[in-house]
């Protein structure tokens, strides 16, 4: 399986036209045609088929297409690791919607001063994407919220954390309110993202089964919830500072009583193999916290 065929077939995925793929290709159409056609066959599957508006994956087509990605992101990744003997080339770091990013923001801007050929990539998404990349090489470090299994990783503990709370119009009857009890979210209609209703520390604070929460959507993202919110689709158990709140966005933030926070930390694969970027900004990581907050 050739790498060329398998960017070929991505750039036909994304466009969802085989015409319009050959011309960001600068190949003909039959060329394209023929290129996938023959992967199909190495494949011994279907792929897409056609419809009047251009193509549609098939379920398999799909499949190929996540992998296909990962590949590309890989070759792309060891290209910036090889790309010379300066200490320069892409740091990949993955990280939860948090404000703790900033201080990952502080060391990238510190260490650029020092080495202007080192260059970042985040990737955004929760735990899961983030655990899922790591765990297969597609990013250096990911950075997570609150309590997540890292017994296969090394970390460091960020001095940072997170308030949780909810996420409401400002006309809700909960806007008047200092915070929220448990009991304030029985029979509301709520938006939760997987990580929320997965963890821990809600499920200790709430005192009851989450199964008794009326839980109508998930999100993995937070800024798509907060606009079904603003439409009126019930309220977004979330954490501060990552959705605005502020005069004219029609939404405020009021923090959970008792008082969750979410600890932040930031890991890496044991034995991992890192670019000399990455372990400048390793290095830099661990300097940039106290002993006592090492992981």
Known sequence: MELRVLKYFLEVAREGSITRAAGRLHITQPALSRQIAGLEEELGHKLYTRESWGIRLTEDGLLLMKRAEEIAELEEKIHAELSGDDVSGTVYIGAGETEGVRHIGHVLRELRREYPGIHYRMISGDSEDVGYKLERGLIDFGLFVGKVSLKD??????????????????????????????????????????????????????????????IIG????????????????????????????????????????PEIRAGLVVAWRKEAVLSKAAKKFLERLKASVSPGHRG
């Not at 993202?221 to 605005?244: D, P």
Request: charged content about 25%; hydrophobic content about 40%.
């Open 218 to 257: 998930t999100h993995n993202l937070a800024y798509n919830a907060s606009v079904m919110v603003r439409e009126g689709l019930g309220i977004l158990v979330t954490i501060e500072g990552i959705i605005s709140t502020g005069e004219g966005s029609g939404l405020m933030f009021v923090p959970l009583m």
């Open 153 to 214: 990783y090394e970390r460091v503990i960020l001095p940072d954390s997170d308030r949780w709370g909810v996420i409401m119009r400002r006309d809700d009857e909960l806007s008047v309110r200092e915070w929220v009890s448990p009991e304030d979210l029985r029979g509301r209609e709520l938006l939760f993202s997987h990580q929320a209703r997965a963890q821990g520390e809600f499920s200790e604070w709430l005192g009851y089964p989450v199964s008794e929460l009326c």
